[in-house]
């Protein structure tokens, strides 16, 4: 089974920047369509980025203009590039493929991203 680790998280002012990143360990990652999600304290995990096999991206609103969803499919990559960071974007992030794909990978242990003054 394809095993995903995440990294990159950490504690940030509002207004900050952090780049996450996300290493796929199996094969046939260029094949899938990759997502980032977020799970805040309570909540659900949410999605709120992703980028097609092709690397056209798609955002939620609350995110847009701020991350850029990026991959790099001859390392097995996808990055996350979180600007002009808010309080509400503080969560656990994680990623995998889109739920309208099969799962591509178990889910891994996520980065924490806190944003804090």
């Known amino acids: 089974q394809v095993r995903l680790v995440e990294s990159g998280g950490g504690l940030v002012q509002p207004g900050g920047s952090l780049r996450l990143s996300c290493a796929a360990s199996g094969s046939l990652f260029s094949d899938y369509d990759m997502g980032w999600y977020r799970q805040a304290p309570g909540s659900q995990r949410e999605l709120v980025a992703t980028?097609?096999?092709?690397?056209?991206?798609n955002y939620v609103v609350s995110v847009k203009d701020r991350f850029t969803i990026s991959r790099d499919n001859a390392k097995s990559m996808v990055y996350l590039q979180m600007n002009s960071l808010k309080l509400e974007d503080t969560a656990v992030y994680y990623c995998?493929?889109?739920?309208?794909?099969?799962?591509?990978?178990?889910w891994g242990p996520g980065t924490q991203v806190t944003v804090s003054s």
């Open positions: 995998n493929s889109p739920p309208s794909w099969p799962l591509y990978g178990d």
């Open positions: 980028v097609t096999t092709r690397g056209i991206t």
